[in-house]
């Protein structure tokens, strides 16, 4: 009677081991599952374009990204993160994000400040006018706002210079600025 008694509780615990194995299984198949799987699963082919200026924080950049839908899966996606230690390591600049991509991938993305470069070349001489003419024509800026931004009070004063009158001869440097923020048409901004 003993004996078939320690086989009862030899088949109840080789069967509950035998669950627990299998639960886990399924759970290791699950995260390997939402780890993989890409970021946008209804458009995997596209690309979204998102600008993502100086001193954004990281909560800013995944509020945003988060609001257009490419973080299917905010709890790994915080973990990633906090295991990248990608709070403080953030890059600004224009990325293109592609829909394929999984959450890892996103994260890295990000880290690595890989960002889009835009060529063009602005001959020495050449007015506020024609600047401003050569940007549109290369879809970097719309010359009506840049023409109105060559008189900015605010604009002048970050120049250093209390007696200038307009930004004509100054760099552009100060101009990108504002161009970030005003190309709300064409970029997703952060």
Not at 26 to 52: C, Q
Not at 70 to 82: E, S, T, V
Not at 124 to 142: D, H, K, P, V
Request: hydrophobic fraction near 40%; charged fraction near 20%.
């Amino acid at each position: 009677m003993k004996l078939f008694l320690l086989n009862k509780w030899k088949v109840v615990l080789g069967g509950t081991c035998l669950i627990f194995i299998i639960c886990l299984l399924g759970l290791a198949g699950y995260i390997n599952k939402i780890y993989h799987s890409p970021i946008n699963t209804t458009n995997e082919n596209g690309s979204t374009i998102i600008l993502v200026p100086r001193g954004s924080t990281f909560d800013k950049v995944t509020a945003s990204i988060r609001e257009i839908g490419l973080i299917p899966y905010p709890r790994l996606y915080r973990y990633l993160a906090k295991q990248m230690k990608a709070h403080s390591r953030i890059q600004s600049g224009e990325f293109e994000i592609r829909h394929s991509w999984n959450t890892n991938q996103l994260l890295r993305f990000l880290i690595s400040g890989k960002s889009i470069l835009h060529r063009i070349t602005i001959p020495e001489g050449l007015n506020f006018l024609e600047i401003a003419t050569r940007l549109n024509i290369a879809n970097l800026g719309n010359k009506e706002i840049l023409l109105s931004l060559k008189n900015d009070p605010y604009l002048l004063k970050k120049t250093g210079v209390p007696e200038a009158k307009s930004l004509e001869g100054f760099y552009f440097q100060k101009l990108i600025f504002f161009l970030e923020q005003k190309q709300k048409n064409k970029f997703f901004l952060v």
